[in-house]
């Protein structure tokens, strides 16, 4: 393993994937242990990817508390059938809610018929539960969550919002093997805005692939600001970059 800093932000850099995955997950379970220490539960909001596959089979295996955890997941499509395996929740179920006995799982909802009232639902949950950590992951087009650059404000007043998907975000979905063509990838979507997620206590970003690799060179040298959302992370007091080799491509030495 790897490491630097660079502003506020602290990098670790593994062989593979695997070894990432499992960095990442023992880190966040030995986080969770130390807050159960003196909370009487630990509310946690999840990413959805296939770049979260290696972190989210890792922290299955480790034991955890799941009893005395709320669970979030960060964004939803709109308008998927609620059976679609590309939809969020479902993949957090398959993958993580529907093996342990989590204290409550909040789901976001794509197919409400008022999208607003959703937005203030959820938005209503996350109030209620302030987020102690967030396991996130960084677009192609380096979005956090949706926050596509067109859409993502540091300043964003609201909770929960509805956005539309930019074509590299859109592109990613096929890219990943989420979808057969981008005909089939929806355009809108329901997404926690950035100041929550970056206003949560503890980050853990887990970023592996050569996809990526353009992405992580942005997130650590380009200005930070909305045409980059992720530069954001550079100022978070406490988040670690979890990447593998091949998404460190482009570090400079």
Same mark, same amino acid.
């Given at each position: ?7 506020h932000?602290?990098?670790r850099?593994f /062989?593979?994937?695997?070894?990432m995955?499992?960095? %990442?997950a023992? /880190?966040?379970?030995r #986080?969770? $242990? ?7 539960y630990?509310?946690?909001?999840f990413?959805?990817?296939p770049?979260?596959? &290696? +972190?989210?089979? %890792?922290?299955?295996d ?9 669970a @979030? $997941?960060?964004?939803?499509?709109i ?7 590309q939809? +969020?929740?479902?993949f957090?179920?398959? #993958?993580? +809610?529907?093996i342990?006995?989590? #204290?409550?799982?909040h ?10 009232? &959703? =937005?203030s639902?959820y ?5 209620k539960y302030?987020?102690d950590?967030?396991c996130l ?5 380096t979005?956090l969550? @949706?926050? !596509?650059?067109?859409v993502a404000d @540091?300043n964003?007043? &609201?909770i929960?919002?509805?956005? /539309?998907?930019?074509?590299?975000? #859109?592109?990613q979905?096929?890219?990943e093997? =989420? +979808?057969?063509h ?5 355009? $809108?979507?329901l997404t926690?805005?950035?100041p929550?997620l970056f206003k949560?206590?503890? %980050?853990?970003v ?16 380009? &200005?930070i600001?909305e045409l980059?959302p ?11 970059? @979890?990447? !593998? /080799? ?6 400079k030495p």
């Amino acid at each position: 393993m790897k490491e630097l800093t660079i502003n506020h932000l602290k990098i670790r850099i593994f /062989e593979n994937r695997s070894l990432m995955g499992t960095a %990442a997950a023992m /880190e966040l379970s030995r #986080r969770v $242990h130390v807050l159960l220490d003196s909370k009487e539960y630990v509310n946690i909001i999840f990413a959805a990817a296939p770049s979260q596959n &290696e +972190f989210l089979s %890792a922290l299955s295996d480790l034991e955890t508390d799941w009893s005395r955890i709320n669970a @979030f $997941h960060m964004d939803e499509y709109i308008g998927l059938d609620n059976d679609a395996p590309q939809g +969020f929740g479902n993949f957090l179920r398959e #993958r993580l +809610f529907a093996i342990h006995p989590f #204290r409550e799982i909040h789901y976001l909802n794509g197919q409400a018929t008022d999208l607003q009232q &959703e =937005c203030s639902r959820y938005a209503g949950l996350l109030v209620k539960y302030p987020a102690d950590m967030v396991c996130l992951g960084i677009g192609e087009n380096t979005h956090l969550a @949706f926050n !596509d650059p067109q859409v993502a404000d @540091f300043n964003d007043p &609201e909770i929960v919002k509805v956005v /539309e998907l930019d074509e590299t975000c #859109r592109w990613q979905q096929v890219h990943e093997g =989420c +979808f057969g063509h981008i005909g089939q990838v929806p355009t $809108h979507a329901l997404t926690i805005t950035i100041p929550v997620l970056f206003k949560t206590p503890y %980050a853990s970003v887990v970023v592996p692939g050569e996809h990526k690799a353009t992405a992580i060179y942005h997130t650590l040298y380009s &200005e930070i600001g909305e045409l980059y959302p992720s530069t954001i992370l550079r100022k978070h007091e406490n988040a670690l970059l @979890f990447i !593998d /080799e091949q998404s460190a491509a482009y570090i400079k030495p």
